[in-house]
């Protein structure tokens, strides 16, 4: 199994910002995923996360609005840009394994924009 | 498409009661399975996940889960319900590995003493 770490784990951000979260796995991992879950709703997929490519991206989601980095095997990043209170929400990174069904999730980051 | 349902939106049992949560998948190649729970305020535990094999699938907490592929179906069941189980639960699905989970739209548990 691989144990996931987000941060931050809450966050206050006014209209307009940015807030940047990140996703760190204990171990390599081929896949990761970004999830949004808006309040009293389930899972959505942002997009995934492949090393060494660009993300791809769900329909409804851009890159300008939520750009994505994987540097590594174990790492990414999910930017939230130009926030309205829309976008408050959880924001979840999930990681899976080369040829594994299996994902594993963090914690989430909760972020509410005023 | 590709779709999970959770027909019930909110259960309420009484504590030591038993427990099924009904999820079901669209039909087409079996998918593989599984059961998420999210307490308020914490994220994602899997319960459980069905691959291959046996159709009955125990997991953690005194879950079991079983496939039914003639109804596309994955429900969740426990004998006897602790309050400590109150909780939102999630189905979610995967035809392909590597690609991310489907999930339905969740299930709140409440128990009442």
């Known amino acids: 199994s691989a144990v996931i770490s987000q941060k931050p784990s809450r966050d206050i951000c006014q209209r307009g910002t940015s807030l940047t979260i990140q996703c760190q796995v204990d171990s390599q991992v081929t896949m990761m995923f970004w999830y949004r879950q808006q309040p009293g709703q389930s899972l959505t997929l942002i997009a995934t996360a492949n090393q060494g490519s660009e993300a791809t991206y769900e329909s409804g989601f851009v890159i300008d609005k939520f750009p994505i980095s994987r540097p590594n095997l174990t790492f990414s990043t999910l930017t939230v840009s130009n926030m309205s209170p829309e976008d408050s929400s959880i924001y979840l990174c999930?990681?899976?394994?080369?040829?594994?069904?299996?994902?594993?999730f963090g914690p989430g980051t909760r972020l509410t924009v005023t | 498409a590709q779709s999970v349902t959770q027909p019930d939106i909110h259960i309420t049992v009484s504590e030591g009661a038993s427990l099924e949560l009904r999820c079901n998948y669209s039909?087409?190649?079996?998918?593989?399975l599984f059961w998420y729970v999210q307490s308020p305020g914490q994220g994602l535990q899997l319960l459980l996940k069905?691959?291959?094999?046996?159709?009955l699938v125990q997991g953690i907490k005194g879950f079991e889960a079983e496939f039914k592929r003639s109804q596309s179906s994955f429900n969740l069941r426990k004998p006897s319900v602790h309050w400590s189980d109150a909780a939102e639960y999630f189905c979610?699905?995967?035809?392909?590995?590597?690609?991310?989970?489907?999930f339905g739209k969740g299930t709140t548990l409440s128990v009442s003493s």
């Open positions: 979610a699905v995967d035809w392909q590995a590597g690609t991310a989970l489907i």
């Open positions: 069905y691959f291959s094999g046996d159709t």
């Open positions: 999930s990681a899976s394994a080369s040829g594994s069904y299996e994902q594993y």
């Open positions: 039909y087409g190649a079996t998918p593989y």
